[in-house]
């Protein structure tokens, strides 16, 4: 029988730590998980076509975040102090993991499929009168991808 693949289930982890472990943080005061693909395509015009043939290229994976501020929490901290320091170029890198918690690896227990990329952390605004920082997370270069178990809520990457 299908089942419907709830929003809890699709985790979007962030990588807080300075160090060589991570350190990584669920982002979960948002209201909203979009992964937007991004398409990136060519067009081809083939000589022995009568019309242009287009061809996928790859994908440009972007999150757009909503983060409702509550001081004190992991995911605020985190993206408040990269809006306080207007953090650019090499600051405004994050390493990212999304577990697809509902796609459970066979045979394993709290073990699912994963991505796991860097990306470039973009804050768009701050809402201060609805209490949210909204951001983007855009995914750079390749995306490993893998499996995550996860264990009291923290993950451990494992690259395929």
């Known amino acids: 029988m299908a089942e419907m693949v709830k ?3 699709i985790g979007l ?14 982002v979960k005061k948002t209201t909203e998980l979009t992964l937007s693909m991004n398409p990136q395509t060519q067009e081809y015009d083939y000589i022995a076509d009568e019309a242009p043939t287009t061809e996928l290229q790859r994908y440009a994976p972007q999150i757009n975040q909503a983060l409702t501020m509550y001081k004190g929490e992991d995911d605020f901290e985190f993206v408040y102090e990269k ?3 207007l953090h650019t170029g090499n600051d405004a890198k994050v390493d990212v993991m ?3 918690m509902f796609d459970e690896v066979t045979g394993e227990t709290d073990k699912y499929r994963a991505w796991k990329s860097e990306g470039i ?4 605004d701050m ?7 909204n951001f ?3 995914l750079n270069g390749s995306i490993q991808k893998g499996t995550a ?5 923290v993950p451990v990457f494992t690259a395929a």
Request: glycine share 8%.
């Open 7 to 9: 929003k809890h289930r």
């Open 13 to 26: 982890f962030i990588n807080t730590g300075t160090g060589e472990a991570p350190a990584w943080k669920r």
């Open 83 to 85: 809006f306080f320091n």
């Open 98 to 100: 999304i577990v697809f």
């Open 121 to 124: 952390m973009s804050i768009s």
């Open 127 to 133: 809402d201060a009168v609805n209490s949210v920082i």
């Open 136 to 138: 983007d997370l855009i």
């Open 149 to 153: 178990a996860v264990t009291a809520g």
